[in-house]
């Protein structure tokens, strides 16, 4: 049980370029998703918590303009990367709990954006 | 502030037994976690502890104190598999995981 499934697992697309990536819980109900960010041999980066139907909360320093979230239902939220640049090439990484507070978050497979 | 300290990297012999120490400072606690994450891959969940004690899943064993701020994980038997980075994850009072770093693993013939 406890799977997340995290889409595309690969995107290379030009400078400029908007990207969405989706992450659903397949087998269980999330009403809350994390998305983070991973450069290579670094620790994972929280960029924002999402909450099923109401706004994300942000981390500091991750502008919501750039990354925009949608968690409209309690198995999907997307990801949405905005005019992405090359410096916005990372792992991107989707997980998904069920909402009660001592679970743990299980992890999508992850996107890795490269941006030429 | 928040914080977690774990070795960067460890080397052990296939079939040997391996420990992975973790201390950790946060704001609140709510249990801790190990992840396990190969190299261009997402971390995946080994084990959680919210009691002090020794939690046995197979050939993995977490151990947690809450008064030293300390856990670890102990791996057995180990395989050329079990090659990865392991990352040690408290929950704070917000039941947010903190991250580190993690400790990569490698395992020789």
């Known amino acids: 049980g406890a799977v997340v499934s995290q889409h595309p697992s690969r995107v290379i697309c030009k400078s400029g370029t908007s990207v969405k990536i989706e992450c659903r819980s397949l087998d269980f109900q999330a009403t809350t998703m994390f998305w983070y960010r991973q450069f290579p041999k670094q620790s994972l980066m929280l960029m924002a918590t999402?909450?099923?139907?109401?706004?994300?909360?942000?981390e500091q320093g991750v502008e919501k303009d750039k990354f925009l979230i949608n968690h409209a239902s309690l198995t999907l939220s997307t990801l949405t990367v905005t005019s992405a640049h090359p410096e916005d090439s990372s792992f991107y990484i989707c997980s998904a709990s069920p909402g009660t507070d001592h679970q743990p978050q299980h992890f999508g497979d992850g996107t890795r954006l490269s941006i030429l | 502030g928040q914080n977690i300290d774990q070795p960067t990297e460890m080397t052990a012999t296939e079939g040997a037994i391996v420990q992975i120490n973790c201390t950790y400072q946060t704001s609140g606690f709510n249990g801790l976690f190990w992840y396990q994450q190969h190299a261009g891959e997402a971390p995946t969940f080994l084990s959680y502890n919210v009691l002090d004690g020794l939690e046995e899943k197979g050939r993995f064993s977490s151990f947690l104190s809450r008064s030293k701020g300390y856990s670890y994980l102990l791996l057995k038997e180990l395989q050329m598999k079990d090659s990865a980075s392991y990352l040690c994850a408290p929950m704070d009072s917000n039941y947010q995981l903190i991250w580190g770093a993690g400790t990569k693993l490698i395992i020789k013939p």
């Open positions: 999402s909450n099923e139907g109401s706004k994300a909360t942000y």
